[in-house]
Nanobody
Framework: VQLQASGGGLVQAGGSLRLSCAAVGRTLSSYAMGWFRQPPGKEREVVAAITRSDGTTHYADAVKGRFTISRHGALNTVDLQMNNLKPEDTAVYYC??????????????????WGQGTQVTVSS
């Protein structure tokens, strides 16, 4: 599946952004989904993940209570709402899909497909 991430940009600390990940050509209904980020000079890390069907979510401790992952079947998208952004949230954000047609689990690694990344910059 081809993924296209959008919605990044420059925002002041305390502001909000909404990232969206759209699938091209295939439905996301058989995929568990995740959002990752890679801060400058650091390793890529999981931010949030969501199961294929029941919407169970997982968040990294650093973003709990501020970020919300959600999926929209009709639009074939997975969004990441980011509130109360902090300078340490500055990173390239990637959406990812993992083929999981018969499981209902969220995953923090071993994804099969990746979007192109979108830059999020939070100024202090």
């Amino acid at each position: 599946v081809q993924l296209q991430a959008s919605g990044g940009g420059l925002v002041q600390a305390g502001g909000s952004l909404r990232l969206s990940c759209a699938a091209v050509g295939r439905t996301l209904s058989s995929y568990a989904m995740g959002w990752f980020r890679q801060p400058p000079g650091k390793e890529r890390e999981v931010v949030a993940a969501i199961t294929r069907s029941d919407g169970t979510t997982h968040y990294a401790d650093a973003v709990k209570g501020r970020f919300t992952i959600s999926r929209h079947g009709a639009l074939n998208t997975v969004d990441l709402q980011m509130n109360n952004l902090k300078p340490e949230d500055t990173a390239v954000y990637y959406c990812a899909a993992r083929w999981a047609p018969r499981t209902n689990t969220y995953y923090t690694k071993n994804y099969h497909f990746w979007g192109q990344g979108t830059q999020v910059t939070v100024s202090s």
